[in-house]
């Protein structure tokens, strides 16, 4: 799908299959009130925090809006589950919702952490199955599917460079052990599945480690 | 662990051709693997290869110019897009379509060719070699002009083929596991309709509902499957049983065999029946270009037909895309007479 203007794309004239339709349009100064209730994970900047041994916070600075909107519906309807992230999203209506999104995708988009102490060998595991795959597993590549530089494609497939190693690593497994699956088609799911908790790591600290951004 | 699988990738260094029904240890687990996904197992009597990775090429013992040329041909071959405008005037990579860096059985591996070429054609009728046959598919999948024959690039995509065939006798008698995009038997009947329903359901997250693909930063993520920036009706996968064997075997991205055969086909057939740019062996007229090649190809395809859906005729037209040429000169007969 083209990239549209997030407004468009908002106001449900662009659909695909597996994404929610007729959302409002986005309102980032509307958005910054909003984001009030997030700084205290999240951050003012938008950078979240990785937590070695605890739940991470992912970053949401730059975040394709689209994306982020689908995010905070699913934690609403309960298809994605978060015991922690579930309080907040349930006090977002979809207006604010729409608004908090367009605010955090105009944030300059952060380092990602955890990615600092890791060993070569790991780190060019990671870059294997970032930029290659390893078609040996039928792992096919990141970048395949989340985009140039895996800063993303299009709304469906989010920028994941430059998020925190904690927090890809906590997602890869959750997609593995079948805790989360509100992806469209079980595109993800299908890739984790194949993944040793090796190769999670592996990917997830140089993944952390690269320029963050969204296509 | 990380060493460990180093380790497995490298003892692939020497390619394994085995035959009949005892594999080695690693040539068992390959196929077991590939069996996990959904994909045939090797019939009795086949030739079963496991081409060398890139991590192999660092770390065998060949001239390091020779390592370099190799590089370079996979870098040609997994982005082709910096041809474009010179060779490409599509939104395809080579690995577009043989997926894996053209390592994968069921996805038209592209090793075969090495050892089986020079070789006849029927598709041209007379005898190719290897740079010919990639030519093909810069002329055809690529809407493209062919490297030139010896030139750098064309030394160094051919090296790539010629390396992944590794260990593997040339002229092989045994017919080769996994060649080509074996399609599944084709149903009685195959519906345009339910087609369309399931290439929205299943593919236009990726490909868009309206064929187009997806590029972002100028670089393709998800190829065009038809209209201007896909491969033009003189390619391979225009005939429906090479697109139903792809499709099957190879998509929705990262999820082979997730479809039933009719579902397949149904798709195949509906991507079939869209634009594309015109056929480079077009003579300027659709009969006339259909007698030509009909009973070579275009039987296979929709090229010319009414389509079903609104009674369009399908490749009636001069359009070539974003290439101002229509037949690139490599197109030529050869005779030995």
């Not at chain 1, 003012?44 to 809006?65: I, Q, T, V, Y």
């Not at chain 2, 519906?191 to 399931?198: A, E, F, I, R, T």
Request: proline share 7%; charged share 20%.
């Amino acid at each position: 799908m083209k990239k549209l203007p997030v407004t468009l794309a908002a106001l449900g004239l662009v659909t695909y299959a597996g994404m929610a339709v007729s959302a409002p349009a986005g309102d980032a100064s509307r958005g910054k009130e909003v984001a009030n209730l997030c700084v205290a994970c999240h951050q003012p900047d938008g950078s979240g925090m990785n937590l070695e041994g605890g739940e991470s916070w992912p970053g949401l600075a730059g975040m394709n809006a689209e994306y982020f909107a689908k995010q905070i519906r699913d934690i609403k309807q309960g298809t994605r589950l978060s015991p922690t992230m579930a309080p907040f999203a349930s006090m977002l209506d979809d207006q604010k919702t729409a608004d908090v999104a367009a605010y955090y995708s105009q944030l300059e988009p952060t380092a990602g952490k955890g990615g600092e102490n890791a060993d070569p060998a790991t780190l060019k595991r990671g870059q294997q199955l970032a930029e290659q795959g390893d078609w040996s597993k039928y792992i096919v590549s990141c970048k395949s599917c989340h985009g140039p530089g895996n800063r993303g494609a299009g709304e469906a497939f989010p920028g994941i460079a430059g998020q925190h190693a904690g927090y890809i690593e906590a997602q890869l497994k959750a997609w593995k052990t079948g805790a989360r699956k509100n992806d469209p088609q079980d595109l993800m799911g299908s890739i984790a599945r194949r993944m040793s908790d090796d190769d999670i790591h592996a990917v997830a600290v140089w993944l952390a480690s690269q320029k963050p951004g969204n296509n | 662990m990380i060493r460990k699988l180093l380790t497995i990738a490298l003892s692939g260094t020497f390619a394994f051709s085995a035959h009949g029904a005892d594999y080695d240890a690693t040539t068992q687990a390959y196929i077991d693997q590939l069996t996990s996904m959904g994909l045939p197992a090797p019939k009795e009597n086949q030739l079963v290869h496991i081409p060398p990775t890139m991590a192999d090429l660092e770390a065998a013992d060949i001239h390091p110019e020779l390592k370099k040329v190799i590089r370079k041909g996979y870098d040609l071959f997994t982005n082709t897009q910096q041809l474009r405008g010179e060779y490409v005037f599509n939104n395809m990579n080579c690995s577009s379509c043989h997926l894996g860096e053209g390592r994968m059985p069921f996805s038209a591996p592209i090793w075969p060719a090495a050892v089986t070429l020079p070789g006849y054609r029927g598709k041209n009728g007379h005898v190719n070699n290897l740079e010919e046959r990639i030519a093909g598919c810069f002329t055809y999948s690529m809407n493209g002009k062919p490297l030139e024959y010896g030139s750098d690039n064309m030394l160094a995509l051919s090296a790539y083929h010629q390396w992944l065939a590794t260990g593997v006798e040339m002229y092989p008698k045994q017919p080769v596991y996994g060649r080509g995009f074996p399609a599944p038997e084709r149903p009685a009947e195959l519906s345009y309709d339910n087609g369309q329903k399931l290439y929205e359901e299943n593919c236009a997250i990726c490909h868009s509902e309206d064929g187009s693909g997806l590029r972002v930063d100028n670089q393709t993520v998800f190829p065009a499957t038809w209209g201007d920036m896909s491969n033009n009706w003189g390619a391979g996968i225009v005939r429906l049983f090479t697109a139903a064997g792809f499709i099957k075997n190879n998509m929705p991205l990262g999820q082979p065999n997730s479809l039933t055969d009719q579902e397949a086909w149904d798709i195949a057939f509906y991507m079939d029946s869209q634009e594309r740019p015109q056929d480079p062996r077009y003579t300027g007229d659709i009969k006339e270009t259909l007698e030509k090649f009909g009973p070579t190809f275009h039987k296979h395809s929709l090229y010319g037909q009414a389509r079903e859906k609104d009674g369009e005729i399908l490749g009636d037209h001069d359009n070539t895309g974003e290439k101002p040429f229509l037949k690139p000169d490599s197109i030529r007969p050869r005779t030995f007479d």
